[in-house]
């Protein structure tokens, strides 16, 4: 299996800016996903990065540093419905395809 | 509508009285997935299976059993239930593989207490 950190919760407030960071260790890296999951819903697909840099989508956007083995996904402008755990998983290299590795989720909360 | 159907979504059931939890979907994926996901463990993969009749096991297989008979269907099979299979599971489906242009695609969970 892989090594993968993220920080148990996290609160923040409407309008402002949160920072969840993922760590990972693994044997070959080959990308990194976060997923957005609400209570008692179904994961949903956010982004993904192979490659180091900023992927951006909207309010949304992701880091990846293969060299530090770290991510991070950046949420601005929050709104009370980003109020979810949000999910790292990271896929190796080593495995066949089918192979996603998920880290324990973030639950952030987001106040008025 | 693309999406990926589990049933039921809630069963309640008794140590040792087979169960399979049903899971299709309707996008012509070639992968597709089970996970478990407990409190203060995230999801770990059970079972995944790249096409029609390839399968493999994931992390936590013990006590599981799959089949894919079917590109659209990969029923999850408890031979005899146990409570420490109480969870929460998640189907997902990929068009192949899990990769960067193919993400996962969840169904909305079935929620399983083995008493």
């Known amino acids: 299996g892989q090594n993968i950190d993220q920080p148990t919760e996290m609160t923040a407030t409407e309008g402002a800016i949160v920072q969840i960071n993922c760590t990972y260790q693994?044997?070959?890296?080959?990308?990194l996903f976060w997923y957005q999951q609400h209570a008692g819903e179904a994961p949903t697909f956010l982004s993904y990065?192979?490659?180091?840099g900023l992927e951006e989508k909207g309010r949304f956007s992701s880091f990846l540093s293969r060299s530090k083995g770290y991510s991070y996904l950046l949420l601005k402008e929050l709104q009370m419905k980003d109020s979810a755990s949000y999910l790292c998983?990271?896929?190796?290299?080593?495995?066949?395809?089918?192979?996603?590795?998920f880290g324990r989720g973030t639950q952030l909360t987001v106040w008025p | 509508e693309a999406q990926v159907t589990q049933n039921p979504r809630y069963l309640i059931t008794v140590t040792g009285k087979k169960l399979t939890v049903t899971c299709s979907q309707n996008?012509?994926?070639?992968?597709m997935s089970w996970y478990r996901q407990d409190p203060g463990l995230g999801l770990r993969q059970i079972y995944y299976?790249?096409?029609?009749?390839?399968?493999d096991k994931g992390d936590v297989p013990e006590g599981y059993k799959v089949s894919r008979k079917e590109k659209r269907n990969f029923p999850l099979i408890l031979e005899s239930p146990s409570p420490n299979q109480t969870s929460l599971y998640f189907c997902?489906?990929?068009?192949?593989?899990?990769?960067?242009?193919?993400?996962?695609?969840f169904g909305n969970g079935t929620r399983l207490t083995v008493t």
């Open positions: 997902a489906s990929s068009l192949r593989g899990v990769t960067n242009n193919s993400p996962l695609h």
């Open positions: 998983a990271v896929k190796d290299r080593g495995s066949t395809l089918g192979r996603l590795y």
């Open positions: 299976s790249m096409n029609v009749e390839v399968t």
């Open positions: 990065n192979v490659l180091d």
């Open positions: 693994t044997s070959g890296f080959n990308g």
């Open positions: 996008m012509n994926h070639e992968y």
